[in-house]
């Protein structure tokens, strides 16, 4: 988990890079830019809110053959190992940006590199490098006096509300490439900043093996519950699922099991799905980890609870307390109307 309260930003170096494709160039500052109060607190809002408000998954940088031959990780390294270097390599990770901005579709926009000390990660203050881009332009209106009267100016520039690209590289774990977290708002060009420039791979830490498997765990439950069983208990399926990651801080897959899965003919079922479909969530070989609490709050966010009915009635279950849905909704079949029912009890209507 990340803090970015106290971060500070010793040093930050603007370039452009243009589209290469395009014949477009790239300008490279001759020097840092001198920072004040009012542009350094609109630049840390600007580059910081998206990591605040986005889920953390961390990335690492890679490479197919070793990470030493990683583009990016050489040049990251020689800035924390030297912090003064840093503009003088900031204009290496604009140029490296440029080689790969090559696809019609990037657009053109200006590069920061920051320099960045005082985050807290998992509750350690680290050092990190800040590298964002900002791409789309936005009219905006401005106001000119003369004698006689207000006029009204166009001009364009950045909306520093949304942050079109951005990554974070901790200063920690560099054997495995660094932790990175990015961000990409713009969806037209996902491989351009991933993997062309960063070069980075998923990192397999607890977070993301909570997240995926919980997203494992969602679609045995859609392919596999759903059609054995029925709606609901797919939903109470997922409801077990959850509680059981929020009441635990380790993972055994084993105790998992039988904890959650109620029905003793879906644990072979279980178990072949996690050898068909474990590798697309990077859990082949996943059966023991710490639990991310956090990782556990985002998934419940995202999973439905609802039962939706073909006579416009819906059942919300309740994820807080599994045993009520269990305990208080009856499924049936009624022989004259030929159609199913839930049967719903209740002591008296909770006023909204």
């Known amino acids: 988990m990340i803090n970015l309260y106290a971060t500070q930003i010793e040093s930050i170096s603007l370039h452009r890079v243009g589209n290469k494709n395009k014949g477009e160039g790239v300008f490279l500052s001759a020097e840092s830019f001198s920072l004040n109060d009012e ?9 910081f809110k998206p990591f605040r408000e986005k889920e953390e998954n961390y990335f690492k940088l890679a490479h197919e053959i070793d990470v030493e031959f990683n583009e990016l990780y050489k040049i990251v390294a020689d800035i924390f190992n030297e ?18 901005s090559n696809h019609p579709h990037i657009k053109s ?25 900002s791409e789309l332009k936005h009219d905006f209106l401005q106001f000119e006096e003369d004698e006689s009267n207000l006029n009204i100016v166009i001009q364009q520039g950045i909306n520093i509300n949304k942050l079109d690209k951005g990554c974070l590289i901790f200063n920690a774990e560099k054997e495995e490439g660094y932790k990175v977290l990015s961000v990409d708002s713009n969806r037209y060009d996902a491989k351009y900043w991933i993997e062309n420039f960063l070069g980075a791979a998923p990192l397999s830490d607890d977070n993301f093996k909570t997240k ?14 759903l059609p054995a069983e029925d709606k609901q208990q797919e939903v109470l399926f997922m409801n077990r699922a959850v509680n059981h990651f929020a009441k635990n801080d380790s993972f ?10 109620e029905n003793p003919e879906l644990i072979p079922e ?9 590798p697309k969530y990077s859990i082949e070989d996943v059966s ?11 998934a419940r966010k995202k999973i439905k609870n609802v039962i939706n009915l073909d006579t416009n009635i819906q059942i919300k279950m309740d994820f807080i307390n599994p045993d ?4 208080f909704v009856e499924k049936g079949w009624d022989e004259e109307r030929q159609m199913y029912y839930y049967l719903v009890y209740f002591n008296k209507e909770q006023k909204s």
């Open 83 to 100: 912090p003064s270097s840093c503009h003088l390599n900031s204009k290496k990770i604009a140029t490296h940006l440029f080689e790969q």
């Open 212 to 225: 995926n498997y919980l997203k494992f765990c969602q679609n045995f439950a859609k392919d596999v519950v």
């Open 324 to 327: 009520s849905a269990e305990k």
């Open 252 to 261: 055994e897959e084993n105790e998992f099991l039988t904890d959650v899965i």
């Open 270 to 278: 279980f178990k072949h799905y996690k050898v068909e479909k474990g």
């Open 39 to 47: 542009t350094t607190g609109l630049l840390k809002e600007y580059f």
């Open 109 to 133: 926009g200006e590069v920061y590199v920051a320099y960045l000390t005082g985050l807290l990660l998992d509750n350690t203050k680290v050092d990190a490098i800040g590298i964002f881009k």
């Open 288 to 298: 023991n980890f710490d639990i991310a609490n956090k990782a556990v709050s985002d």
